[in-house]
């Protein structure tokens, strides 16, 4: 069963990575991030904001933040803010140790059509 799963998670995975990169929906895009995108920040973020350029289907739209190489933080998924739902906001309930960081996200947006993408982020708290 956790074999049948995980094969099948493979071949979900590499459809992805085949289709991923060519694929740009027309409806929906990243306009902007905070943390940017290679910031360096003093102090750990309280949250990971996302503008879109239109509001995604949060069923289908997901941020995960993680430690570079490392596992993504056990966090409560991301919400769309209820004033804005362009904006997807991902709450950082844990301090964030210094060091390099990477969120990966995916957004469906009204048309079904899912887009991804992942950039990085370094904390490097005075001392
Ligand atoms: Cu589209």
Redesign the pocket.
């Known amino acids: 069963m956790d074999k049948w799963i995980r094969n099948r998670a493979v071949v979900v995975a590499t459809a992805v990575l085949v289709t991923g990169g060519v694929f740009v ?4 895009a990243l306009e902007a991030s905070s943390p940017k995108g290679d910031a360096t920040v003093a102090t750990s973020p309280e949250t990971v904001t996302l503008w879109f350029t239109d509001a995604p289907q949060m069923a289908g739209t997901s941020v995960r933040l993680l430690p570079r190489g490392g596992e993504p933080l056990d966090l409560e998924p991301a919400t769309a803010k209820e004033d804005d739902p362009s904006v997807v906001v991902l709450d950082v309930s844990e301090e964030l140790a210094d060091g390099d960081y990477e969120v990966m996200w995916r957004a469906m ?1 009204q ?1 079904g ?1 899912t887009i991804r993408g992942d950039f990085g982020f370094t904390v490097e708290t005075a001392r």
């Open positions: 929906c027309a409806h929906l947006a048309d059509h």
